[in-house]
């Protein structure tokens, strides 16, 4: 009897060995967008084939950010799979905290857009891979450009967007010719005044990394900002980040909007048209560009599983998985990441925004030059640069309300950064 | 005499009207929550859909289904009641101690504890992420959540109680020690049926703080002991309008706090207002 105890105990433990062994678990720190949200869904096929286990983790982008960078930082490993930004990829690429990733041939990493993947390597290595890729453009209704007698051009300059702002800006009727970012943030009301920034001609920091936004062309970018979204943008701009201004355009009261290329398969309105972003002639361009992937945790005691996820979830199958999902469909594919997916008839069939998209992705140049001695287009892909970003970002959103001159927004910017940079021992 | 009627009338119509026009304003946003939420997410956008709408469910069961509901919901119902257990088993004998033995430094020691709540959360963020997680092993556990909840709301628990406790009479305890009463039962037969009301008081509004408290369990948790306060931050998205899943999962998440304090509205008065008229 004790035999038969004995043999049912081990046997029992066996197979509970044997189901601990193969039952794999990855946990998933995901930002909270419609993209990831599907992914949810679609990765059901993957547990069924694989038997991996997944546990999705949705936050909110900025607790996202701060949970994992603590997390990481800390080398925790609560996470398996992270989603980050551009911004964070090759800075913890190169400070180890992420595992470089290498997949097979079949994967084929030359067809990821050269800019992403540039964006998310360290030194030639891809620490994170893209699932979802945005750049800037200008998204404006042609119903009311065609009225006012004004067009709208690839690349145009500033003056003309500001002309077809005043002669589409109608607030009587509800409508506002300029619809852009104002909320203080560094991905927010920053991420775009940057781009204009750069079209001016101005960088965040010199070569020797000081702050350089005490000059001439900032002073012309930001003026020329207050003056176009004060004049001819909707009241209370200053509180208005992509969701606000989104609800705004699908109102139908924007006549205008230039953000993220992702917004232009949450418009619903009839008659959008697209430009690439305007630019005031300088060659680091006025288009940014942002990639949210995915990556693997140094201490992630599943390593090998969830490089093979994502493997999986940024690869061409998974393309063909969502655009063939009955609850989903080639509209609802990720962009902005591989060059094979805007090649695909049924893709093309369904954006109306994909040529665009994709110009819009391939002429920004986040690399370093001497006109911008970081790289990055938006931001700049240092340590500091968030705590930079935001503190200047609240003093452009008090130039935009009033509450302070342009240029006395632009000295305490500058100060502040100053003092961060300095402070982190740059110079 | 016709001053007297017209202040009285004056008062009789006022106040009701001031009284109503604040209610309708604090319950305005719940409302519009509840509202939306039956909406889906591409018509809790549209201005012509704002107050007639076609009423669908889809988003409450996409929280069922998708987002496991249940388990955000059993964690919140296990952290907040067991954080209010363990902050009055704790808060009662120290209130009780410092109502009716004072020593020269309560009120400093009650002032000290009232300041912890002055310490910013985000400032201690990162040693309690690793204190917890690298080196007691206690992150994302159903303990560490008891724990921190009943650490936050204890200073507020035992001012509340403190306050309860000072306003019966001591001569009632000093009437039973003399009988030869224990501590013990100094507290559960004399000061707890006294102060029956204000514990009733400081536990409904402790477990609210716990149910609703955001910043530590979406901070310490993960997966196992994640409350619906992390549900609902996961359902906020920077780029992308989701207010009818979000009104929804607010909505469940709110629901049975607005219920609960509805029942109990009485006692939740009372704890608010004691002492405040004198």
């Known amino acids: ?167 589409m800006h109608n607030p009587d009727n509800g409508v506002y010719g300029a619809c852009l970012r104002g909320k203080p943030g560094w991905g927010d009301n ?238 | 005499m016709v001053a007297v009627v017209n202040k009285s009338t004056f008062s009789k119509v006022f106040w009701p009207v001031l009284a109503w026009t604040v209610a309708i304003v604090f319950f305005f946003p719940i409302f519009w929550m509840v509202l939306t939420s039956f909406k889906t997410d591409a018509d809790a956008v549209k201005p012509e859909y704002l107050i007639v709408f076609t009423p669908t469910l889809e988003n409450y069961l996409n929280m069922i289904e998708n987002y496991d509901f249940w388990r955000f919901a059993k964690n919140s119902v296990i952290t907040s009641l067991f954080a209010t257990a363990f902050t009055l088993f704790v808060g009662v004998p120290a209130a009780y101690a410092m109502a009716f033995n004072p020593s020269r430094h309560t009120k400093d020691i009650l002032i000290w504890m009232l300041s912890t709540k002055m310490l910013p959360a985000a400032a201690v963020l990162y040693p309690m992420t690793f204190l917890t997680k690298n080196i007691l092993g206690l992150f994302d556990t159903h303990f560490l959540i008891i724990i921190v909840l009943s650490l936050i709301n204890l200073p507020i628990v035992i001012w509340m109680l403190f306050t309860y406790f000072k306003e019966i009479p001591k001569e009632i305890i000093e009437a039973g020690k003399m009988d030869g009463v224990s501590i013990w039962g100094e507290i559960k037969d004399i000061v707890l049926p006294l102060a029956w009301g204000g514990l009733a008081s400081t536990a409904l509004l402790c477990f609210i703080f716990c149910w609703n408290e955001a910043y530590w369990t979406v901070r310490l948790t993960t997966i196992d002991a994640a409350t619906l306060s992390k549900l609902i931050e996961g359902n906020r998205a920077p780029e992308g309008l989701f207010f009818g899943r979000l009104s929804a999962v607010s909505t469940a998440a709110v629901g049975p706090i607005v219920v609960l304090g509805w029942f109990c509205q009485k006692q939740l008065v009372q704890g608010l207002t004691f002492g405040a008229v004198k």
């Open chain 1, 190 to 427: 920053m991420a775009f005044i940057t781009t204009v920034v750069n079209s001016f001609g101005g960088a965040w920091f010199a070569a020797d990394m000081r702050p350089t936004i005490d000059t001439a062309a900032w002073e012309e970018a930001i003026n020329f900002y207050v003056d176009l979204l004060g004049n001819y943008g909707p009241p209370g701009s200053e509180g208005n980040s992509f969701n606000e201004i989104l609800a705004l355009y699908n109102e139908g009261k924007c006549g205008m909007w230039i953000d993220a290329t992702i917004a232009a398969s949450f418009l619903t309105v009839d008659g959008v048209a697209y430009a690439q972003s305007p630019n005031a002639g300088n060659p680091v361009g006025a288009n940014w560009l942002w990639a949210w992937a995915m990556a693997v945790p140094a201490g992630s005691p599943n390593a090998d599983a969830a490089k093979a996820f994502i493997e999986w979830a940024t690869s061409k199958d998974y393309v063909q998985a969502v655009g063939n999902h009955p609850d989903f469909g080639w509209g609802s594919v990720p962009t902005g990441q591989r060059a094979s997916t805007y090649a695909l008839p049924e893709f093309q069939a369904v954006a109306g925004f994909a040529a665009a998209e994709m110009a819009a992705i391939e002429s920004a140049a986040p690399a370093a030059t001497d006109l911008k001695p970081y790289v990055g287009v938006q931001f700049a892909a240092i340590p500091e640069f968030p705590e930079v970003g935001i503190a200047v970002a609240q003093e452009m959103a008090a130039a935009l309300s009033g509450a302070k001159s342009v240029k006395d927004a632009l000295a305490a910017s500058q100060s502040a950064a100053d003092a961060i940079m300095s402070e982190a021992g740059y110079y």
């Open chain 1, 1 to 167: 009897m004790k035999t038969i105890r004995t043999s049912a105990l081990a046997a029992t433990a066996a197979f509970g060995l044997a189901i601990s062994a193969n039952a794999t678990e990855l946990t998933i720190a995901i930002v909270n967008n419609g993209h990831m949200i599907n992914m949810q869904k679609v990765a059901e096929a993957y547990t069924a084939e694989t038997g991996v286990s997944l546990n999705w983790v949705a936050l909110e982008e900025g607790v996202l950010r701060e949970q994992v960078t603590s997390d990481t930082a800390t080398g925790g490993g609560q996470y398996d799979i992270i989603n980050i930004g551009m911004q964070e990829a090759p800075i913890w690429g190169a400070a180890g905290w992420i595992e470089p990733l290498n997949f097979g041939s079949s994967y084929d990493m030359d067809d990821i857009l050269p800019a992403i993947r540039a964006g998310l390597s360290h030194e030639g290595t891809m620490y994170a891979a893209p699932f979802y890729g945005e750049s800037s453009m200008v998204m404006y209704r042609k119903d009311l450009t065609d009225a006012a007698g004004v067009t709208i051009r690839d690349s145009d300059s500033w003056a003309n967007i500001k002309g077809a702002a005043a002669a």
